[in-house]
C-alpha cells in the first residue's frame, strides 16, 4: 500500500528498469488502489486488532501512520529538527506500527512490544534518512534529486544550508540544471552535511539495534541486524562514491 501510494504521488515512472507509474490509470484510480491494498491488508488482521488497540492504544496509530506519509509530500519543514520530525511521523511510524502488530499476535510482554515498537519506528527513520541521500545522488532508479525539484526539503539540504554554505530555497521546488547540482553537491559535501546525515541514520540505527537486541533471541537478532548491515554498507559507498566524484 505504502509502495503504490509513494509511485502515485511522486509520479514515479520507472525505479530500477520496471514501470511503476501507470499514466494511462491516472493518480486517483493508483490512490484508490493502495487504499484497497491498505484495507484488505487490515481486514486479514482484524482478529488481532483489537488487542493492539486495547492493550497498546499508547502507541502510535495506523491512522497516524498514513497522514504521516502524507505529510512527508506536502509538509515543508523550515529547519533540520522539523525535517526529523517529519521523517519520524512518516518512515518511523509507517514501519512501527505493522511491526507493534505482529508482536501482540506472539506475545502479551508489554515490555517486548515496546522495544519491537522502537525497533520499527528507529529502523524505520534511519531508512528514511538512507532513502532522502539515495534520491539526492541518484540512486533511486530515476533522476536525481527528483524529490527535491518536487519542493520536498532534505536533511542534508537543511545542514548545509544551517552551516551557511547555501541557501536552499535555490534548489527546492524547480529543476535543477546539471552545473546547479554539481554545485550543490559540492558544497552539500564540503559543508559535511553528507557525512553528518549519514550520522544521524546511524544513531537511529543504533537505537533500532539496541531494542532489537533486547526483543528477540540472538538467532533472530543475527537475522534481522543484517537489514543494517548491508543498508549501511551500501550508503557509505554511495557518499563515498560522490565525495570521490564531486570533491572532498
Given at each position: 500500500?505504502?509502495?503504490?501510494?509513494?509511485?502515485?504521488?511522486?509520479?514515479?515512472e520507472?525505479?530500477?528498469?520496471?514501470?511503476?507509474?501507470?499514466?494511462?490509470?491516472?493518480?486517483?484510480?493508483?490512490?484508490?488502489?493502495?487504499?484497497?491494498?491498505?484495507?484488505?491488508?487490515?481486514?486479514?488482521?482484524f482478529?488481532?486488532?483489537?488487542?493492539?488497540?486495547?492493550?497498546?492504544?499508547?502507541?502510535?496509530?495506523?491512522?497516524?501512520?498514513?497522514?504521516?506519509?502524507?505529510?512527508m509530500?506536502?509538509?515543508?519543514?523550515?529547519?533540520?529538527?522539523?525535517?526529523?520530525?517529519?521523517?519520524?511521523?512518516?518512515?518511523?511510524?509507517?514501519?512501527?506500527?505493522?511491526?507493534?502488530?505482529?508482536?501482540?499476535?506472539g506475545?502479551?510482554?508489554?515490555?517486548?512490544?515496546?522495544?519491537?515498537?522502537?525497533?520499527?519506528?528507529?529502523l524505520?527513520?534511519?531508512?528514511?534518512?538512507?532513502?532522502?541521500?539515495?534520491?539526492?545522488?541518484?540512486?533511486?532508479?530515476?533522476?536525481?534529486?527528483?524529490?527535491?525539484?518536487?519542493?520536498?526539503?532534505?536533511?542534508?539540504?537543511?545542514?548545509?544550508?544551517?552551516?551557511?554554505?547555501?541557501?536552499?530555497?535555490?534548489?527546492?521546488?524547480?529543476?535543477?540544471?546539471?552545473?546547479?547540482?554539481?554545485?550543490m553537491?559540492?558544497?552539500?559535501?564540503?559543508?559535511g552535511?553528507?557525512?553528518?546525515?549519514?550520522?544521524?541514520?546511524?544513531?537511529?540505527?543504533d537505537?533500532?539495534?539496541?531494542?532489537?537486541?533486547?526483543?528477540?533471541?540472538?538467532?533472530?537478532?543475527?537475522?534481522?541486524?543484517?537489514?543494517?548491515?548491508?543498508?549501511?554498507?551500501?550508503?557509505?559507498?554511495?557518499?563515498?562514491?560522490?565525495?570521490?566524484?564531486?570533491?572532498?
Amino acid at each position: 500500500s505504502g509502495a503504490i501510494f509513494d509511485n502515485a504521488i511522486d509520479g514515479h515512472e520507472e525505479r530500477n528498469g520496471e514501470t511503476t507509474f501507470l499514466k494511462e490509470y491516472g493518480i486517483w484510480m493508483q490512490v484508490a488502489a493502495s487504499q484497497y491494498v491498505l484495507h484488505h491488508g487490515l481486514k486479514m488482521l482484524f482478529p488481532f486488532m483489537n488487542i493492539y488497540t486495547r492493550k497498546f492504544s499508547h502507541m502510535y496509530s495506523i491512522d497516524e501512520a498514513v497522514v504521516g506519509m502524507v505529510g512527508m509530500d506536502i509538509e515543508r519543514s523550515k529547519n533540520l529538527q522539523e525535517q526529523l520530525k517529519i521523517t519520524e511521523r512518516s518512515n518511523g511510524r509507517f514501519a512501527e506500527v505493522p511491526l507493534v502488530i505482529a508482536a501482540t499476535t506472539g506475545t502479551d510482554d508489554k515490555a517486548i512490544i515496546e522495544k519491537i515498537s522502537g525497533y520499527g519506528f528507529n529502523l524505520g527513520t534511519a531508512l528514511g534518512i538512507y532513502e532522502e541521500v539515495r534520491d539526492i545522488l541518484g540512486k533511486h532508479g530515476r533522476r536525481r534529486a527528483t524529490e527535491i525539484e518536487g519542493g520536498r526539503f532534505a536533511i542534508p539540504l537543511h545542514i548545509a544550508n544551517e552551516r551557511g554554505y547555501f541557501n536552499l530555497e535555490n534548489y527546492v521546488g524547480r529543476v535543477i540544471s546539471d552545473a546547479e547540482y554539481a554545485e550543490m553537491i559540492k558544497k552539500i559535501i564540503s559543508s559535511g552535511a553528507m557525512r553528518e546525515t549519514q550520522n544521524l541514520a546511524i544513531e537511529y540505527f543504533d537505537q533500532a539495534e539496541t531494542a532489537l537486541y533486547i526483543a528477540v533471541n540472538r538467532n533472530c537478532f543475527d537475522k534481522l541486524n543484517s537489514l543494517r548491515t548491508s543498508v549501511s554498507s551500501e550508503f557509505e559507498k554511495i557518499i563515498s562514491e560522490a565525495e570521490e566524484k564531486y570533491g572532498q
